[in-house]
């Protein structure tokens, strides 16, 4: 095991890595200053210092992306501070699962499945892909409510299963902080910070997927909410509040 375990170590390490020296054969004619400084970390949070209206014109331009898609990002100089400054960025959270098979010469999902689902006996699921075959990794998802409570468990449990790790303690550690500020335009629920591609919520954390899908992880009460359904205006802190609030009432009830 020494050797995954070496790896493991080395994804953490190497987060600190700059895009341009991780991927040298795709940079584009024009490459500012600053878009010369993007890290892998600030495309885990989210911070690649790419305004709100860069990077929807920058999906808009390459919807579904392809390996083009990653000069074009990196033409587009950044408006902001990267490492500092937010914004949702769905290109950010694609070009790190391309880099993931660029470094290990295996897609995400061959990856993903041998190390994670398989062993959670996640079997039925499909997943969009993008112009060359690969998967999207930030949309296009489709699993069941139970697989993704079987998920939320994992990362509840610090990403062991059944005594074996699955998941790096590292990466559960840092994935889980916040790691950047948010700026809450979307709601009260988005401006308590950003993690390693979650959200931080008012309770614990959260996976935050289009339309209400959401896997809440809530250490402190050792429980894990999932919902897939349309999420009312108030965000996902109301189904928190209104769970919690459930869950207080039953144990009163039992004590």
């Known amino acids: 095991h020494y050797p995954l375990r070496r790896q493991r170590q080395m994804c953490i390490r190497d987060s600190l890595d700059r895009l341009v020296d991780l991927w040298p054969e795709i940079l584009p ?3 500012g200053k600053v878009a010369s400084q993007i890290r892998v970390r600030d495309l ?5 210092g ?12 390459n919807h579904p992306p392809a390996e083009s ?14 490492g500092t400054d937010f914004a949702y960025n769905n290109l950010a959270s ?7 098979t660029r470094h290990t010469g295996r897609t995400v999902v061959d990856l993903v499945d041998q190390h994670v689902l398989a062993p959670l006996e996640i079997t039925e ?51 889980r902080r916040t790691q950047v500020k948010t700026d809450g335009n979307a709601g009260p629920d988005w401006a ?28 402190e009460q050792d429980a894990v909410i ?30």
């Open 94 to 100: 694609w070009i790190l699962g391309r880099l993931v």
């Open 125 to 175: 699921y499909s997943w969009q892909r993008d112009l060359d075959g690969q998967v999207l990794g930030y949309s296009g998802l489709h699993i069941d409510a139970s697989d993704l409570l079987k998920a939320g468990q994992l990362l509840l449990d610090d990403g062991i299963h059944h005594g074996a790790r699955l998941l790096p303690a590292e990466w559960i550690d840092m994935h």
């Open 226 to 255: 999932v919902s897939t359904n349309n999420c009312p205006p108030a965000g996902p802190g109301a189904i928190q509040t209104c769970l919690l609030y459930t869950s207080d009432a039953a144990d009163e009830e039992d004590s």
């Open 29 to 31: 004619e024009q490459l």
């Open 69 to 82: 898609s990653v000069a074009d990002f990196l033409a587009t100089e950044p408006l902001s501070r990267p």
């Open 44 to 48: 885990l949070t989210m911070s690649s």
């Open 192 to 219: 308590l910070g950003y993690g390693w591609q979650v959200w931080t919520s008012q309770h614990g954390y959260r996976l935050d997927g289009a339309f209400g899908q959401y896997v809440l992880v809530l250490p």
């Open 50 to 61: 790419h305004s709100p209206e860069q990077t929807e014109q920058l999906l808009a331009r």
